[in-house]
């Protein structure tokens, strides 16, 4: 019997090319995410898109306590806010979308159907240092790939790759990604690499990473090892870094929830308070309601 690869990431560089890049696929983590959620079945897929270039992305942290957030947001689209974080190897998101809108468009809608005019906001926080970087640049391309190609051109200035392919059977949805980036450091005496987003040794490795496709990224069977085996296999040295295990994680956490309602006000909990005596908070995340007791919520000096 095989062993499915899945839900997982895996990062590797090309020493001799100044590279990098990390591979990821999906499987039931993206299944439970989506199953806490009544999405039409467009918006499933952009939320496998958006939760593989969240695992790409936030696997890079070098802080495991760090967390990497993905944000999108619109004006006048038929999505009004996409969010994504990533943190130690827990993944969650969702989307907040006019449903009306959603059923009266097309079956397959494009990007910009989806978003109108937007942005995609990607922040790395860094907990050892308390460091926080954000990107933001316009939603534009075909994709959430060539938004994400577009963030590491203008915020960056890395050259990158993306590929992420979304799918389904028998075992349910599934959804792979590779990110390849021309490394921003030369060795001693070059120039910048980041300088020459036409240099030949990355012309040389995007050429070969776009060969992946679709079946590929998706084949819970195909090892991630040998995919980049596949691309790679004529370089001098491909050193595979590992990567983290990937799960659903939803941090909701009840004294979390009290601490932050005993920052309003007294009259303005009062207000929220239902017949039951509960102040009822929506996670966005995980579609749950935490009942909390007004009685339980102390106040913040």
């Known amino acids: 019997m095989t062993t499915q690869d899945i839900d997982r990431t895996l990062g590797f560089t090309i020493t001799s090319r100044h590279a990098r890049g990390r591979v990821a696929r999906l499987g039931p983590v993206l299944d439970a995410i989506l199953a806490a959620h009544a999405y039409p079945l467009a918006i499933e897929r952009l939320l496998g898109e958006a939760l593989v270039l969240t695992a790409l992305l936030g696997a890079l942290l070098k802080d495991s306590a760090g967390q990497m957030t993905l944000q999108a947001q619109t004006e006048a689209g038929i999505v009004d806010l996409l969010v994504c974080d990533y943190k130690d190897g827990e993944l969650r998101g969702y989307v907040r979308h006019d449903a009306e809108r959603m059923a009266e468009g097309p079956a397959e809608p494009s990007l910009f159907a989806l978003f109108g005019k937007g942005y995609l906001a990607i922040t790395f926080d860094q907990a050892a240092t308390g460091e926080r970087y954000q990107g933001i640049v316009p939603l534009e391309g075909g994709s959430l790939a060539d938004a994400a190609q577009s963030y590491f051109a203008q915020s960056e200035q890395i050259p990158s790759l993306v590929r992420i392919a979304v799918g389904r059977d028998a075992h349910g949805f599934k959804a792979g990604g590779l990110l390849l980036q021309h490394l921003p450091e030369g060795e ?98 995980c579609s749950r309601v935490f009942p909390i007791a007004a009685h339980e919520i102390a106040e913040v000096p």
């Open 188 to 285: 001693d005496g070059r120039e910048r690499l980041h300088t020459r987003l036409d240099h030949p040794e990355w012309e040389h490795v995007a050429i070969l990473g776009s060969t992946l496709g679709p079946d590929e990224l998706l084949d819970r069977d195909l090892p991630l090892e040998t995919i980049v085996w596949r691309l790679f296999n004529e370089e001098e040295e491909v050193r595979l870094l590992g990567g983290p295990s990937l799960a659903k994680g939803c941090r909701c956490d009840l004294d979390h929830i009290r601490s932050v309602l005993a920052q309003f006000q007294e009259e303005e909990r009062l207000a929220m308070v239902d017949e039951a005596g509960t102040i009822g908070v929506d996670c966005a995340f």
